[in-house]
């Protein structure tokens, strides 16, 4: 028997990015046990659960305990009352759904690795270069070709479509993992009428949405058309500190439909086949996350992060190094220094100044040369790590 397997797995990279950076580290601490290591390269947050999200957690829980208040399965799509908290959500950006386009989710990555389902295995997926590395590996992981647009410095990394550009999805995320590029209104409306003309799906990534301060779309639907050719994936992971609570939302709008099908039938017809939906006490401590109160409890903590976001702009600026992101995002995406390729710089920062950073190179082939700091490690660290790196570059 060799056929058995699926063989499409030969073509991703056998070891995630994250562990092969996890095991260089945890050889350097094995050799150098007194090193005090800074970690810049993590995608988590650090900062704790809010208060009104722990008290409707607690009261949630206690549901549980009471046969009259005990919830067993709940509605495929999420409940109500999270859903109508995540449409009061996107009416303050201007934008206005059906509850029934709003499908509550254990987070973004599980649906951006699922949404394909929807699609054929001969469809032509489009992908930025560097990007995040779930689009890709779960698209090859299922046989599909996949096709890399450029995000380079001259395009801010942040890629448009050209009028040889092909494909029949394509994943678009703003504020962007790893280089921190947003797209702006005119940008999207690019893609939307390109997706439009050609008949393609944009999968969209929000999931960083949170952290945008300048004026910028915090949702696709704030473009004209995207109805007809977009599907949004957002998260509370990032907004609300939930990575440890798992819970998001995607965005199937009913009126998205391609040969005759209507995508949001298709994707509650899948969701109901493979899915069971979220706990009931995340999703009561979700809803707390869309309060006032809520809401403004995470604005706080993001407010936070983009300090130590700030201290590093800051630093790479005093110090001229090229860089972008740090501003609507948390990740600063830099240029590495000295002529080094990314995995020399991460050797060569982990080695001599005891920082922990993420190679460039792991994100896509563009990405050589680059290096990806993350400011959830926060304001004391981003600090320390930039008075080293500083140390470091003058040495
Ligand atoms: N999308 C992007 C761009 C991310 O960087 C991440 C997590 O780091 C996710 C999605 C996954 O989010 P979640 O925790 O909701 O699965």
Redesign the pocket.
């Known amino acids: 028997m060799d056929h058995i397997i699926n063989h499409s797995f030969d073509a991703i990279p056998k070891s995630y990015l994250f562990s092969e950076v996890a095991r260089r580290v945890a050889a350097f601490r094995a050799a150098h046990p007194e090193s005090e290591l800074i970690p810049m390269g993590i995608?988590d947050v650090t900062r704790p659960l809010r208060r009104p999200v722990i008290e409707a957690l607690k009261k949630a829980a206690e549901e549980q305990a009471h046969a009259d208040s005990f919830h067993g399965y709940g509605p495929e799509q999420g409940y109500d009352f999270l859903r109508e908290a995540v449409l009061r959500h996107y009416a303050g950006f201007g934008v206005r759904l059906a509850l029934e386009d709003i499908f509550i989710s254990d987070?973004?990555?599980?649906d951006?690795g699922n949404l394909p389902d929807l699609f054929s295995e001969n469809c032509v997926v489009l992908l930025p270069d560097p990007v995040?590395p779930?689009y890709r590996d779960s698209n090859l992981m299922a046989g599909r070709k996949v096709k890399y647009l450029a995000a380079t410095r001259e395009n801010g990394f942040a890629p448009l479509p050209g009028k040889d550009t092909r494909g029949d999805l394509v994943y678009l995320?703003s504020p962007a993992?790893p280089t921190g590029a947003a797209y702006t209104r005119e940008q999207l409306k690019l893609w939307v009428d390109w997706a439009l003309a050609s008949g393609a799906v944009i999968l969209y990534?929000a999931?960083?949405e949170c952290f945008i301060q300048d004026d910028l779309p915090h949702s696709i639907y704030e473009v004209e058309g995207a109805r007809e050719c977009a599907i949004e994936v957002c998260?509370l992971?990032k907004t609300a500190g939930f990575?440890g609570m798992r819970c998001?939302y995607t965005i199937v709008p009913h009126e998205l439909a391609r040969e005759g099908q209507n995508l949001h039938d298709l994707w509650l017809r899948r969701q109901c086949t493979k899915m069971n939906g979220v706990a009931y006490p995340i999703q009561r401590a979700a809803e707390a996350v869309f309060t006032a109160e809520g809401m403004a409890a995470c604005k706080e903590d993001i407010a936070a992060y983009l300090r130590a976001a700030a201290i590093v702009a800051d630093t790479l600026d005093e110090l001229g190094v090229w860089y972008c992101g740090g501003k609507n995002s948390p990740y600063i995406w830099m240029e590495c220094p000295k002529g080094l390729d990314s995995w020399q710089f991460f050797d060569a920062l982990l080695e001599e100044a005891g920082i922990i950073g993420t190679p460039g190179c792991g994100f896509g082939e563009q990405g050589e040369g680059y290096f990806r700091l993350s400011a959830f490690s926060g304001e004391a660290n981003a600090r320390a790590a930039m008075e080293r790196l500083r140390a470091w570059l003058q040495s």
């Open positions: 995608g987070g973004a990555k599980s951006l995040y779930v995320c993992n990534d999931a960083y998260s992971s990575t998001g």
